[in-house]
């Protein structure tokens, strides 16, 4: 190094230091207007989490289900324990959850908010602070809703909004309980605001990314103003957690089907009666249809409320009550959301006249099965040496099934695939009428006659099946 230069290095510094150059310097101050919205901001969304979570409860659940292994020699059904979040949407202890939460439950408990356990302990009531029991109200596997009560009154509760207001981009809370740990939330946007699914479903969901993980489905997905907007139901994923691609079900669906569910215990759905088809650019082509989008009228049911209304064949159906309709999924989604006796107004284009027809909704049938299924104890209605699950024909077996050849018997609603039995298989939805000429008018009925049948000897079953009466012969192993 150049000796003149070596000199020239304390002389700088020395001036550094004088000047203050490595003078430490004071911590840079945010700037206070910006950081009075991040608390206002921060702020809003602890008060939403802790109002509305105080209405957001723990849902376990202790079910029966068929073993992963139906042709082992397992029980036809297994227990098992889970649970899920459920919304308090009554001061009275009405609850809304997801079907899947509670479906084939045989005991169901509700934890509540430790907040509201700790207000009641403070006020002397510790009833609240375990479990409480809960009763089963009504279920609905369409939607995948379902509704229980609790005996407690005063309860924190929500209230819904409007889904038909959420816009995409939108800030939401989904609030819940995700793998078991209880009193959680998590931010994010609406990604859409209806989506569907599968092409065949009507169902459309509201889609976010906010997270949601296994537990959180039945709690609800909240907006800046604290109101229910969606029930978290499931997640697209690949790894088994959360990946941003949630959805819940829209709160004006889920507000009609929680009023039908707490006041009649299942769901009436509304239907049109007829049969139709999305116009295609071939079938528009072929059929020389004056326009090519909407839905094609290919067939009416005679009588129900479409024929009634003055509905005709290659009709074409381009709007409900304003609303356009581009397809059958549209057309379905928008009258899914109906209720039998509703009225509504179809935009048809029938050849070059464009009409206006009013329609009043009728009543679908529902799934007698699934229904059924809801019925059963899988302590007393398990037949083990017929692999089946059998229901006693009681009241409300007859109104699910009204049509049955018989007003007494065991209907078939669970079976196992390899029975210990040979013979020809039981299908469910089977009625039972008969063993070997004996009446068999309950499941207990059927298992003492079972029972008294001596080693060898056939079985000889009754059975009703697609509305025809039929000899089932089986040799018992």
């Known amino acids: 190094m150049n000796p003149a230069r070596r000199r020239t290095y304390p002389l700088v510094l020395s001036i550094l230091f004088a000047t203050g150059a490595f003078a430490q310097k004071p911590p840079a101050k945010p700037n206070p207007e910006k950081m009075d919205v991040l608390r206002q901001l921060s702020g809003s969304f602890e008060e939403i989490s802790q109002r509305s979570g105080r209405a957001v409860v723990q849902i376990f659940v202790r079910s029966y289900v068929t073993p992963d292994n139906p042709d082992s020699n397992n029980e036809l059904l297994a227990a098992e324990n889970s649970s899920g979040s459920g919304i308090i949407l009554t001061p009275d202890g009405y609850i809304l959850t997801n079907a899947h939460v509670v479906k084939n439950a045989h005991s169901v408990k509700v934890q509540l908010n430790i907040r509201v356990e700790a207000e009641a302990r403070a006020q002397g009531d510790r009833s609240m602070s375990r479990p409480l029991n809960g009763t089963l109200v009504g279920i609905d596997h369409q939607t995948d809703l379902a509704v229980i009560k609790i005996d407690a009154r005063n309860l924190p509760y929500l209230e819904f909004g409007d889904s038909d207001e959420l816009k995409q981009g939108q800030i939401v809370l989904a609030l819940g309980n995700p793998l078991g740990l209880d009193n959680s939330v998590s931010m994010g946007i609406v990604s859409a605001v ?22 959180n489905s039945g709690g609800p997905l909240v907006d800046t103003d604290g109101r229910v907007m969606g029930i978290n139901t499931f997640i697209l994923t690949q790894s088994g957690g959360s990946e941003g691609i949630g959805f819940a079900i829209p709160s004006n669906l889920a507000k009609e089907i929680f009023q039908q569910l707490k006041t009649q215990g299942h769901v009436h759905r509304a239907q049109l009666g007829l049969y139709a088809e999305t116009v295609t650019p071939a079938m528009a082509e072929g059929l020389d249809l004056p326009r090519h989008h909407g839905v094609i009228v290919s067939d009416l049911r005679p009588g129900a409320a479409a024929d009634h209304a003055g509905m005709k064949p290659d009709d074409i159906i381009t709007a409900v009550d304003g609303r356009p309709i581009t397809s059958v999924q549209e057309l379905n989604a928008a009258i899914y959301r109906l209720s039998p006796g509703a009225k509504v107004t179809l935009q048809v284009q029938r050849g070059e006249e464009q009409i206006d ?12 099965l699934d229904a059924l299924a809801d019925l059963v104890d899988p302590i007393k209605n398990v ?4 692999g089946i699950v059998g229901l006693d024909i009681t009241k409300p077996v007859l109104q699910l099934l009204p049509d049955l050849r018989r007003p007494a018997g065991v209907v078939v609603v669970a079976r196992k695939t390899s029975p210990a039995f040979s013979g020809p298989p039981l299908e469910t939805g089977d009625v039972i009428y008969g063993m070997n000429r004996h009446v068999i008018a309950n499941v207990a009925q059927l298992r003492s006659e079972i029972a008294r049948l001596k080693s060898g000897q056939p079985a000889v079953l009754l059975v009703e099946r697609e509305g025809h009466l039929i000899y089932i012969p089986l040799e018992l192993d």
Request: hydrophobic letters at 30%; zero cysteines; glycine letters at 6%.
């Open 357 to 368: 027809l009013p329609v009043v909704t009728e009543e679908q049938s529902g799934e007698e």
């Open 383 to 386: 037949v083990p040496e017929l």
């Open 194 to 215: 209806a989506r569907q699914i599968k092409n065949d479903d009507p169902m459309v969901y509201i889609q976010t990314d906010a997270p949601i993980n296994p537990g």
